[in-house]
Structure formats: structure tokens, C-alpha cells
């Protein structure tokens, strides 16, 4: 693999420097286009992969957190390269497993280079392990101090959890794989089942960086397992000291409850459910009709609506101006065609969310694309409600994962106060104003800092810049843990904790 020839697929895993075939059956992913199985088979793990790569990831633990900080930072930037360089062969199999266009998938490779590149500048400054020190006072009365050195060390390994909707920036090589390497983490991957082929393609990438660097055997692992129980095993597996996931809330909130119910319990950063409210305010609304509009429907419909920032809820106040923004709407996205979701569950189950909103007393079908006849499809929509029937309507606050969104007409400004107060935990709450509105937006910005964890001003919450200010988090149930971020480079600091040393001497003390 050190030269950019193309990959073998074999249908294996990665358990440490070892690759191993799965003896519980195997499993194909699948062409969403067409319902068609791709080729290799591979070999799901009974047990065994798990624990031994586990095994492996606590031998390695204190040999990888010991490399020096530009060795890791040199491993970062190996798998970062190997990724370039095989990316033809990895984007022409992001496309085919999960119907995503040729340029996201491009576009998403060098978002997820660019992240490890990000780690491996950070560790070339000594911030990022907070160092402190406090000089000791053996003359202070009534009590002398003592000096205290303290730092941020790595938790342990990780366990990661590739996610369905980013198959390369959520995954395999993804930001928790990154951010935990960086750190000093051991990481196991359970590879996406909806990906197979690329998340080989990508754990050969890390594998090779891996082996380049001379790094301890058991420093990243991948194992692929069919239904629940590899996740369940990984998650309990008391070697592992912390999760990284990104999926589903009730996913997320299974792997909390079982990482809370361990004998020692462990955290689980967890990335699930938001619908990530817009407010429209009246003069802005009034000035930018149009683009408004052509700014929610491109949003909306981008890679087929299933990114976690898709603006799932709009609200606005009545008077004309509403009037012609929803009138825009529905001939803006009667233009929209269905689009292939990335498997035929998430396309079921996103049909059966319109259904579930259809269904609300209400809640009215105000504008919809094109049906498409392609296997796993997802229709475009945009519903219409009031502000009384969301705040009493629970379900109007979950997350149908796709393109589809409810407007809500506010009958004056305090009715957006109302909601935002009422809503649950989000990645982002956006507000669309003019220096005309920006007496409302103060009012809203107290209430929004305490539901979301990214605030956008005049743009779309879809598209996360990666960064070290970046906030990809929130209360729940955007996350399990509303102190952390998933993206940007704070989000190191789920794998690391605080340790103090008292009077060491200083051959003692660490480098």
C-alpha cells in the first residue's frame, strides 16, 4: 500500500496488523440505485474479533500514548496522504454503496484529510494538553502550598461507530477516529454495514499508516458484525474507556444505557436527533423573499436531506410577506426530484415519517418534489402548521431523517420566543434578520444559546466548517453530551481527562 496502486477488497477485517475473515456468515452492501449486492462478501465476527481487538487496543495503550507528539502527528498525516492518493478508487465506492453524487463524495474525502491534518498540526503545540503549574509557597501561612503540575492524558481506547449518512467524514477515518488517535487512543471501528466496501478501502488506509509509523500492533482495528450485538459487545468490553457514535437517537441513547449500566461506566459522545429550527424574522423575511427560499429548498434537498444539520423547522411570523415566501416554495420545489437515499430502510423509514406528519391534525402538505422510481427514493416535502399545534404536538419535534421540513406560522414575534423555549436540544438554531430585526434576534439569542450548540446568522445550518472554533454538539437529544463538540479541534478533549501531580520531583515528571 505504500504506492497508490489500487486496493484489494477481501472482505476482512482489521484486527491490528492482522487481517481476519468473520466466521458468523457474511454480509454484501448494497447499490441503493438499483437493490443490487456488491461484491466481496464479508465475513461477519461471532465474538471473537472484538475481544481480540480489544485485547490488542489495551496492549497498545500505554506504548501509543507515550509516542511523541510528532510521531502521531506523522502517523495522522500518513493516513490523511494514503486517502489521496487511493482516492479515485475510495470516492467510486462511497458513490456506489450509498447513491451519493460523485462531488459530495469528493468533497467529503478531503473534508476528512483536511480533519486529520487538523489534528496532526494540533499536536505540534503543547495546548492542547492544557499544561499548568503552580509554583509551590512553602513559607504561605497558616498552611504551605504545594507545587502542582497538571495535564490532559488519553482515556483509553475507543470505541467507533461509523455513521450511516457520512461514510467517510463520520467514519472509518472519520473525526472520533482522528480526534482519538490525536489524543493518544487505541480505536476499534465497527465499520457501517451500509459500506462495507469503502470502509475496507479505508481501514487499509489507516492500516498502512499504522504499520509506516511503527506503531504498536493494536493501535486501530476494524470488524464489521451483523445486528446489535458487536455493538453491544464493544461498547461492554472493559477495556474500551469511551464511544464516539453518530446515528440515530435511539441508537445513541441504547449505547448510553448500556456504557451507564457497566461495572465502571464509561462516556458515550453521541451524535443522534435535531431538527435544527430557522427563524425568519418579519423585515428580513420581507427584504428576501426569493433568496430566502432558494437558500431552504437547496438546503433542504442537498444529498437527499440526510445530513444531521438539515433545517427541519422554519418558522415565521403571518402577514404577506409569509404569504408569498410559501407561495415561492411550492414552485420552487415542485421542481425538485426525489433523490436515492443512501439504503431502502432509511428510505422506509423516511416515508413513513411524512406519513406520521400527514397524519397530524393540523398539518397540511404544502409543497413537494417529483417521485423518482429508483429503489430506495426519498420525495422532497415541505408541511405547514401553526405555532399551537407545535407546542402541543410532540411529534412535530422529531426528526423525520431526509428532506423534508415543517414551516411554522407565528401569529406575532412573542410566538417565536414561545418555541424556541419550548424546543428540545439542537446542533444549530438559525436566524434570518435585518439590523431591522435585530431587537427580536436579541431576545431570541439568550433562549437559542441554551437549545443549540451552533447559532448561524443569515445562512443554512447545513455544511460544518472544520475548525478549532467549530461546535458540532448540543443538549440533548442533538447529543448524549452537550459539553462536547464531534468536529473541530476541542474535540479532542472527549478522549482526554485532567490529571494533577503534587511535589513530584522532576525526574518524575512527565515530558
Request: aromatic residues 6%; hydrophobic residues 40%.
Amino acid at each position: 500500500m505504500t504506492a497508490p496502486g489500487k486496493i484489494q477488497l477481501t472482505g476482512e477485517m482489521f484486527i491490528g496488523a492482522d487481517r481476519v475473515r468473520g466466521q458468523a456468515g457474511a454480509r454484501r452492501s448494497r447499490n441503493p440505485h438499483s437493490g443490487e449486492e456488491l461484491d466481496p462478501p464479508y465475513g461477519m465476527d461471532d465474538g471473537t474479533a472484538v475481544t481480540e481487538a480489544c485485547r490488542r487496543a489495551e496492549a497498545a495503550f500505554d506504548a501509543y500514548r507515550a509516542t511523541p507528539d510528532r510521531h502521531r502527528a506523522a502517523f495522522l498525516t500518513g493516513i490523511a496522504t494514503n486517502l489521496e492518493e487511493h482516492s479515485a478508487q475510495i470516492v467510486s465506492a462511497v458513490v456506489l454503496e450509498t447513491g451519493l453524487a460523485e462531488a459530495r463524495a469528493r468533497t467529503e474525502l478531503a473534508r476528512t484529510a483536511g480533519q486529520l491534518r487538523m489534528f496532526a498540526s494540533l499536536l505540534g503545540t503543547p495546548e492542547w494538553r492544557d499544561p499548568r503549574h503552580v509554583p509551590a509557597q512553602p513559607d504561605r501561612t497558616p498552611l504551605p502550598r504545594p507545587e502542582l503540575r497538571s495535564r490532559l492524558i488519553p482515556l483509553g481506547p475507543v470505541a467507533v461507530f461509523g455513521a450511516s449518512n457520512f461514510p467517510l467524514a463520520f467514519s472509518v477515518a472519520g473525526g472520533d477516529t482522528a480526534s482519538a488517535l490525536a489524543a493518544g487512543c487505541p480505536v476499534v471501528v465497527k465499520g457501517h454495514l451500509a459500506h462495507l466496501r469503502t470502509s475496507e478501502l479505508v481501514g487499509a488506509c489507516v492500516a498502512d499508516a499504522a504499520r509506516q509509523a511503527d506503531l504498536p500492533d493494536g493501535v486501530f482495528s476494524l470488524v464489521f458484525g451483523d445486528g446489535n450485538e458487536t455493538g453491544a459487545q464493544l461498547v461492554g468490553d472493559p477495556r474500551i474507556a469511551a464511544v464516539g457514535f453518530t446515528g440515530s437517537r435511539a441508537g445513541g441513547t441504547a449505547l448510553t444505557s448500556l456504557a451507564q449500566r457497566r461495572p465502571i461506566p464509561i462516556p458515550v459522545y453521541a451524535e443522534m436527533s435535531a431538527i435544527n429550527p430557522v427563524f425568519l424574522l418579519p423585515h428580513r423575511l420581507a427584504a428576501a423573499t426569493d433568496h430566502i427560499a432558494a437558500g431552504y429548498v437547496a438546503s433542504l434537498t442537498a444529498s437527499a436531506g440526510q445530513f444531521c444539520t438539515n433545517p427541519g423547522l422554519v418558522l415565521a411570523v403571518e402577514g404577506s410577506e409569509l404569504d408569498a415566501f410559501r407561495e415561492t416554495l411550492v414552485e420552487m420545489l415542485r421542481e425538485q426530484p426525489a433523490q436515492t437515499m443512501l439504503t431502502s430502510t432509511i428510505a422506509e423509514a423516511y416515508r413513513a415519517g411524512q406519513t406520521e406528519l400527514a397524519g397530524i391534525p393540523e398539518v397540511s402538505l404544502l409543497a413537494q418534489g417529483t417521485a423518482n422510481p429508483t429503489h430506495a427514493a426519498g420525495v422532497p416535502a415541505i408541511y405547514h402548521t401553526d405555532a399551537k399545534t407545535l407546542l402541543t404536538e410532540p411529534r412535530l419535534q422529531e426528526e423525520v431523517f431526509g428532506a423534508t421540513s415543517v414551516l411554522v406560522s407565528c401569529a406575532n414575534p412573542d410566538d417565536l420566543i414561545q418555541v424556541a423555549r419550548h424546543l428540545a436540544g439542537q446542533l444549530t438554531a438559525t436566524l434570518h434578520a435585518d439590523p431591522d430585526d435585530h431587537a427580536l434576534a436579541a431576545s431570541l439569542l439568550p433562549v437559542l444559546e441554551r437549545r443549540a450548540g451552533r447559532i448561524v446568522y443569515n445562512a443554512w445550518p447545513t455544511g460544518v466548517e472544520v475548525g478549532p472554533a467549530t461546535v458540532h454538539g448540543g443538549p440533548y437529544p442533538a447529543t448524549s453530551d452537550a459539553r462536547s463538540t464531534s468536529v473541530g479541534t476541542m474535540a479532542i478533549n472527549r478522549f482526554l481527562r485532567p490529571v494533577a501531580y503534587q511535589d513530584l520531583p522532576e525526574n518524575l515528571l512527565p515530558t
